[in-house]
Nanobody, 125 residues
Framework: EVQVVESGGGSVQAGGSLRLSCERF????????MAWFRQAPGKEREGIAG???????DYVESLKGRFTISQDIAKNILYLQMNNLQPEDTAMYFC???????????????????WGQGTQVTVSS
């Protein structure tokens, strides 16, 4: 079994930065891909970026450049560095881990079988 726990959310002004963390627990050897998603009120959950065990990264094109995904394998922590945040980035941010199941693509929620509770990011203008 795998558990993931997000942290690092908060409130910032437009143009500010935040770094989210996702710590993974349990049978982490089974994880072959991890990603960050976000969901704003009334909107669908959308993918942001993902990475595999070898460090290959994938990004949603619209967010590439402002958001950077990275991981510390030894500490079992996944990060999301977010720069130049804007009010439209306000959302609940989720960490997801794929350890089994069908793969639909890194930015598809159905690809992941382990989810955290989320961490709120609020950006004010």
């Amino acid at each position: 079994e795998v558990q993931v726990v997000e942290s690092g959310g908060g409130s910032v002004q437009a143009g500010g930065s935040l770094r989210l963390s996702c710590e993974r627990f349990g049978y982490t050897q089974s994880i072959y891909y991890m990603a960050w998603f976000r969901q704003a009120p009334g909107k669908e959950r959308e993918g942001i970026a993902g990475t595999n065990r070898e460090g290959r990264t994938d990004y949603v094109e619209s967010l590439k450049g402002r958001f950077t995904i990275s991981q510390d394998i030894a500490k079992n922590i996944l990060y999301l560095q977010m720069n130049n945040l804007q009010p439209e980035d306000t959302a609940m941010y989720f960490c997801a881990a794929a350890s089994s199941g069908t793969w639909f693509g890194f930015d598809r929620p159905g690809s992941y079988n382990n989810w955290g509770q989320g961490t709120q990011v609020t950006v004010s203008s």
